[in-house]
């Protein structure tokens, strides 16, 4: 999850910083599949013949870090066995550049406010298509916004890399939103900027400043965007930072101030970069901000100086400098260490001289510890093993999916059958081609819901290969015919409950933590989407967002998928149980079938897009290392 603005509802919460939170001798097909999980079929073939962009190949893992990899590779770390430029792709890995945005002069089009800009990055293909990059926060109140999101783009010699730049003011009934969510075409276009990726970084001091221009305004300006990219640094290491001030001036006539925090770093060439912006504290002349994670390579290395301002407040979106001061991450960790506070100060002009006036104000580190924040691939090459499960709806409303999923099943593993394959619902399948690579006993619980068994009532938790003792089938092979076999055996009923199921996989990840074994289980539900059991459902899910589990749900047919949706907390909402009790972390990903059917994503892709940070998220909260 992004924030989607940078100043109040919406508004008053931190941007940037750093989330808190394959064994040796690795097969080549698990390594393949996990590529094919992001839509990359054939890794092999289409890297040796460079049709993959490297560009892709950075991002083709949150919270990866491909270069790493490259290094585990090179020192015989991994064994992947795999005919892979590496040579090349260390050349690459050295010409991966941060862009950070800011822009000036842009349109007011608020009547009483300024503009809340936004700005999106697309790269442009051979063909003209747009491919969207991401998008940063919203600013609001400001016509010369700087953003803090940032970009991280491959540069590529062999190629022509067109950028184009979108700047957005977003409407105020959208403040508060996840970015991701927002839908462009309800927001107004400010003005659009086209500039290739060589240009910037062959530019001195790797910055342009490009006109934004709109079709429909000929006659006036829309303000300039500057882009500024700088080379990544490679580090693991995060810096957990809490901060305080004390005796902070009052800018506010009835009240105190509202402070809040700006952290930008001195690039080589004087340029200030800003980089991560805590909270906002409400009437508070002696505010601790909630904790800052910065990672060394958002920072540049622990002697890089950077600037801490500390703003009051002001919802028309000019703040109040309370005072600054410039201190390295060695110099804040001195600080913390000894116990010791440091001034801020307010630069004065006094005739021609600028001099500084020191204040009574105070900054005090009351926190600073660094850890090492490993990778998805690192807990994978320390022994970490995912296991895949299963669960079919057979519902009545559902016997078209269920036909549906039971034809690809068998042209899958009939491939001179005749007829078309679906390739979505294919993909339903790729899941567990994937995952069952870092499944190391193939051993998959496979069970079945909404169907009455001969002879018995209406189940909701039911073996699909039809044993009353265990629910493990051999590998996806076995799932096909466990399920065909269930087609035969069961009635098709209702209505559509999760929780028995969930529960279930839940008692399964539960386990295996009392063995300390270490394992990750993915439990994959593929349904009509009607469920009847919400606050049961709800209920389990809570109780499983403490265990090593994450649930992937396809949504098929043409049912209202709005409950699905409440599930899936990418809007940032925890479910909450009937107790109470809110989820420790987020653990399920929806995809309606039909969303994806004619567009880029794959089911898949867009299945396990989470699934890294879910698994992060899980064992940094609990401090588990990638190696036993």
Request: net charge negative; hydrophobic share 40%; proline share 3%.
């Amino acid at each position: 999850m992004g924030n989607c603005c940078s100043d109040v509802a919406g508004g008053q919460s931190a941007v940037g910083g750093t989330n808190s939170s394959l064994a040796a001798n690795a097969s080549n097909e698990a390594v393949d599949a996990f590529f094919m999980s992001r839509g990359y079929n054939g890794l092999s073939s289409e890297i040796e013949s460079c049709s993959l962009e490297f560009a892709d190949l950075e991002t083709l893992l949150d919270g990866v870090d491909f270069r790493n990899l490259v290094r585990l590779v090179l020192n015989g770390g991994i064994r992947l066995g795999l005919s892979f430029p590496w040579e090349q792709y260390v050349i690459y890995c050295s010409n991966i550049f941060q862009l950070s945005l800011s822009a000036t002069d842009l349109r007011d089009r608020d009547v009483l406010s300024k503009s809340d800009p936004m700005a999106v990055l697309y790269i442009k293909g051979n063909d003209g298509s747009l491919r969207e990059l991401g998008r940063t926060e919203v600013v609001l109140n400001s016509l010369s916004p700087k953003w803090i999101k940032k970009f991280s783009v491959t540069y590529q010699f062999e190629m022509v890399q067109n950028l184009v730049f979108r700047v957005y003011d977003v409407d105020t009934q959208f403040h508060g939103m996840d970015v991701k969510t927002l839908k462009l075409e309800e927001q107004q276009l400010l003005g659009e900027a086209i500039c290739t990726l060589s240009k910037i970084t062959t530019k001195l001091y790797r910055t342009v400043t490009i006109d934004l221009v709109h079709e429909e305004v000929s006659t006036r300006k829309c303000g300039q965007l500057t882009v500024y990219a700088e080379e990544s640094v490679t580090s693991k290491t995060t810096v957990e930072l809490v901060l305080r001030c004390s005796d902070l001036e009052s800018k506010d006539l009835f009240s105190k101030s509202d402070p809040f925090l700006v952290i930008s770093k001195a690039t080589e060439h004087g340029i200030l970069v800003p980089i991560c912006k805590t909270e906002v504290r409400k009437n508070d002349h002696e505010p601790k901000w909630n904790p800052i994670f910065l990672s060394i390579q958002q920072v540049g290395n622990k002697d890089s100086p950077l600037l801490i301002e500390c703003f009051n407040f002001n919802s028309n979106g000019k703040h109040d400098l309370l005072g600054k001061l410039q201190k390295s991450l060695a110099e804040l960790e001195r600080l913390h260490s000894a116990g010791s506070v440091e001034n801020l100060f307010i630069p004065m002009s006094v005739g021609k001289n600028h001099q500084c006036k020191v204040l009574k104000s105070q900054l005090i580190v009351d926190k600073y510890s660094e850890t090492i924040q490993h990778t998805f691939l690192d807990y994978l090459a320390g022994g970490y093993e995912l296991n895949f499960m299963v669960a079919v709806d057979f519902t009545g409303h559902a016997v078209l999916a269920a036909e549906r999923f039971l034809r690809v099943c068998d042209k899958k593993y009939n491939r001179r059958d005749s007829g078309v394959i679906s390739e979505q619902v294919g993909a339903i399948l790729e899941v567990g081609g994937v995952v069952q690579f870092y499944d190391y006993d193939k051993k998959i619980p496979a069970w079945g819901f909404g169907a009455r068994p001969i002879d018995g009532p209406v189940s909701h938790c039911f073996s699909l290969n039809g044993s009353s003792t265990y629910c493990e089938v051999e590998g996806i092979h076995g799932i096909m015919m466990a399920y065909t076999s269930a087609l035969s055996n069961v009635s098709l009923a209702g209505p559509t409950l999760f929780g028995h199921v969930v529960t279930q996989a839940a008692q399964i990840a539960s386990g295996s933590v009392a063995r300390n074994e270490r394992k990750y289980f993915v439990l994959l539900i593929i349904t009509d989407g009607v469920i009847t059991d919400l606050q049961e459902t709800k209920d389990a899910f809570v109780m499983a967002s403490d265990l090593p589990l994450s649930i992937l749900i396809v949504g098929v047919g043409g049912a209202d998928f709005k409950e699905m949706e409440i599930l899936d907390a990418d809007k940032g909402e925890r479910l909450e149980s009937s107790s109470g009790r809110v989820a420790s972390r987020d653990i399920v990903q929806f995809v309606p079938f039909r969303d994806v059917q004619s567009g880029e994503d794959s089911v898949v892709r867009s299945l396990l897009a989470e699934l890294p940070t879910q698994f992060l998220t899980y064992v940094r909260a609990r401090g588990i290392g990638p190696t036993a």
